[in-house]
């Protein structure tokens, strides 16, 4: 079956697939992006449970009730969708749910400046030293999801676990 | 915390260990455990909190305070000598440091037995987690 | 007609090879992800064990030289560290 060349795709494919070409930045995408977020994990679970409360507490503008869970959850779901996303397996949905949580992240950095909640250090990386504003964290969480579109185009690399699985067009060119 | 003391009386202790987070707070607590030696800590703890909005934005709050001390009749000489020496700095450090190896980040920070208790919290949930670690404490000795 | 069935052949063995390997590869895949996932978790929990495990003795004791409120050895203890501002 012959696959489809790019001038006959549409416009939308044709800049998609340009996108997923840039094999390098995925790549270098991936690795920023999952061990950030891997390390965003880690440095919570190296805090007491109770500190993450406090630290998502600050924010006011999550209900109350709520924290704690999000205090509990958060840390591992930041490690699974960044190892998965490090190692590129499952790299589409590692990287949809990292997404997510930037997305998540970005409205509630918005919320924050827009309400003027006085907050000097976003916990993000628990108390490694690394202390953001929500201003810088805003802009740090918008770039990276701009970032991660090559990796949804590209969907996996050769240097992904997921190149393991194959697909048949290349089984049949083998 | 006032009113859980009152509640719990014979069944809870409160420890308190100054933990300093900016030079303001390390005159005033200096001023606090100076007071002490003259006998009247707690009374000078209470007013810092109750007078918090009269001093802590500045940079020199030794006269405020001693206008504190005087409100207490404390002996505002001895008082002020006590702090200037910096004897009580060793003390502020040992809890410091007793603090960070307990990881503790920010204030206030409680441990009601060994549970962790961070930031400002109501009453009704202080008393719910005393509750809950005296009768965790009483199953114990059963 | 020998040589359609020849090359009937070949193509049938082909895709019997390529049917046989695709979930081999899969499972390779599976192995090699899950095996790191469950690292990353277990390397998770171990650090939250490790960090909740060395508190607990380091509260005991402490108490002298401190002001205090309310009955000595009581069977529940308040810690407060606080910061006047």
Not at chain 2, 111 to 130: M, P
């Amino acid at each position: 079956m012959p696959s489809s060349k790019p001038s006959n795709l549409p416009p939308h494919q044709r800049l998609w697939r340009r996108l997923g070409a840039l094999l390098w930045l995925g790549v270098v995408v991936r690795l920023l992006v999952g061990g950030l977020f891997l390390t965003a994990g880690f440095s919570k679970l190296l805090l007491p449970h109770a500190e993450v409360v406090a630290l998502i507490q600050q924010y006011t503008v999550l209900p109350e009730r709520l924290t704690p869970w999000i205090a509990a959850g958060l840390p591992w779901i930041e490690i699974v969708s960044g190892t998965a996303l490090l190692i590129g397996f499952y790299t589409t949905p590692a990287a949809l749910l990292i997404a997510a949580q930037l997305s998540a992240f970005s409205l509630l950095m918005l919320a924050v400046l827009v309400k003027g909640v006085p907050i000097e250090d976003c916990g993000c990386f628990g108390h490694l030293g690394w202390r953001e504003t929500p201003l810088q964290v805003l802009i740090r969480d918008v770039m990276m999801l701009v970032l991660l579109i090559p990796v949804l185009a590209r969907q996996r690399d050769v240097f992904a676990v997921d190149a393991w699985g194959g697909n048949e067009r290349v089984e049949n060119r083998a | 915390m006032e009113q859980a003391l009152q509640r719990f009386e014979g069944q809870v202790q409160l420890v308190y260990y100054p933990f300093v987070l900016n030079p303001t707070s390390d005159v005033a607590t200096q001023a606090a455990l100076c007071a002490g030696e003259q006998g009247k800590f707690w009374e000078f703890h209470h007013m810092l909190y109750a007078r918090q909005a009269t001093w802590r934005l500045l940079s020199d709050p030794l006269p405020r305070l001693m206008e504190f001390a005087n409100d207490l009749q404390l002996d505002t000489t001895a008082l002020t000598r006590c702090v200037k020496s910096g004897r009580m700095r060793q003390l502020l450090e040992a809890d410091k440091a007793y603090g960070r190896s307990l990881q503790v980040q920010s204030t206030p920070t409680l441990f009601i037995n060994s549970q962790r208790v961070v930031g400002a919290q109501s009453e009704a949930d202080l008393v719910r987690t005393i509750r809950r670690e005296l009768a965790r404490a009483q199953q114990q000795t059963q | 007609m020998a040589k359609k069935s020849k090359a009937r052949r070949r193509v049938a063995a082909s895709q019997n090879r390529q049917s046989s390997a695709t979930p081999q590869r899969w499972r390779q895949k599976m192995l090699i992800g899950m095996t790191l996932l469950v690292l990353a978790i277990a390397l998770g929990v171990g650090i939250r064990y490790w960090q909740q495990s060395r508190i607990p003795p380091r509260l005991q004791g402490a108490i002298e030289n401190h002001y205090t409120r309310g009955v000595a050895g009581a069977p529940v203890v308040v810690k407060e560290f606080s910061d006047y501002t």
